[in-house]
């Protein structure tokens, strides 16, 4: 079943990559790939700003990537060497061949997660309760789709089970009195620097787990075996990030300063000014109990939809006959706790399916305690003598409501895959073959402004530049590009700024500077031209993808440039 679903997911129901966070990572591992070292062709106004503070005033096209984890990066590395045939779009096709390559080895990570689950419960429980984990995991949807967006999810997954794994070893040693405490410990601090290294929101898990260590592993010494490697990669990589960036913390540092005073990192990362908004300890106490709230509330679909993952919390109340067990237990309620408050400082803007979402590392563990407990109640009431249906009768109808979402959602996405003959994709907002033939209007010194650069950047493979929070941001950004002889090709605008849930929602959203240029690129299929007289320097509109409207056709995602580009690139 699982290699069966594994293929199905990788080919069937494939849309391609859906996670910008991915999207980055791999456009900088095709730069590594091509000798250019950690360059990117995403360009953030904040990096931007970062440099120049920095005393760093050269071409864009040396710009160095200061926000990604590196991890994820250099495992994909091989992965562009390995398939450098592959780079460039593919002219029949509107899936890009390496999101599959990147999926498939997310997916081989999952299934690698799986192994190390069963391994962790088996150790903790047994070979039973294992096996329905290992059932529940297999037949999770949100799982396969968490999967089937990027990479670093499922990589994390993989790091956290494997620091489990470790952690019970340790607990065990500690019980049994048993040498070898310190080994554990030391292999538990060098994978969770690796999970460090893959996401920053694993810093809260690394607290989390130097806490957890600190408590039950002996000598309490022993904490700092399991802190220290995550503090030396993380010095390690800071002083890189000031060498390259002019701050340790590179352009990532906006996630912090967001999440003490903005809803989101977008607004700053995306603002060439160079100030940050003062402090407001109110309005971040207000945000932090609301995402905690929200977070709550949503907890069931942030848990997969896993029903016995939820019963967690129950067992915390149940005495477990093993040391090791009853000590787990309260490590992950420790390490999710502490994931907990830094996903609320945060937030989760896309609700389960967000970059920073890290409940579902622990479904695994969380269900395998969830369906003991379920069994020991259900034993209580007498119906284990009643053979193998009596005795599984509880766990087996738990997972048929687990699997719900699957049973509902795979036969629709197998079908429409079908149909599409694989050229489904994750429209809206993502349309790769049509993002891709920006590349064939811009040359290789010019510059392409957009709502959307992580994806311009891989599918189009030319430079991208998140579009400033001001139209005086980006004038004073075209100057400083063009004295480098970096001049800006056009904008490209998708439905990132131009989804909205009303009209006027453009004109107070994160792209209002823009509301002209959205709504004329949007309305000009339809014969709305909203062009005002000001000095906006694109005027030519290509329209790349829309969908029809009567007899005319709204516009979706256009391409505005000075001159038309687009008949040029035809009459070739």
Known sequence: MLVALFFVQLFATFRGISSPATMDAAQVAREIARGNGFHTKLIRPYAWQQQLKAGKDAPLEQMVDTHQPPLPTLLMVPM????????KFPESSRIYPLDRVIVGASLLLFVASIGLAYLTVQRVFDAWIAGWTVI?????QYFWEVGRSGLTPMMLLFFFNLALYWLVGALEAVEEGRPGVARYAVGLGLVTACMVMTHWMALWLMLGLTVAAAIWLRPRALALAVLLPSVLALAAWGWRNQMVGGDALGSSKAMLQAALMLPGDTWLLRDFSGTSPPVDVGFLLRKTLSNLIDQFGTLYL??????????????????FKKGETRNLRWALAIVWGMALVGMSFVGLPGKEFDENQMHQIFIPLFAAYGLAFLTVLWARLGFTHAGWWGKNALVVTVVLISILPMVRA??????????NKGQFAHWPPYLPDRIAKVKDYVDEKELVYTDMPWAVAWYADCKAVWLPMEVAQFNEMRDRSRAHGEEVAGMLFTPLSSKVSNVTDVFSGEYRAWAPEVYRGSGIGLGLDTLSTGTFPFKEIFPLAGQPVGTRFLVQMAFMSDRRRWEAEAAK
Not at 80 to 87: D, I, L, N
Not at 136 to 140: E, F, P, S
Request: aromatic share 12%.
């Open 136 to 140: 529940l995991m297999v037949l999770c």
């Open 80 to 87: 562009m060497q390995a398939f450098k045939g592959h780079w």
């Open 410 to 419: 795979l036969p629709l996405e197998v079908l429409a895959g079908l149909y």
């Open 302 to 319: 942030h848990l997969g939809a896993v029903l016995p993952a939820g019963m967690f919390f129950l067992a915390l109340l149940h005495p």
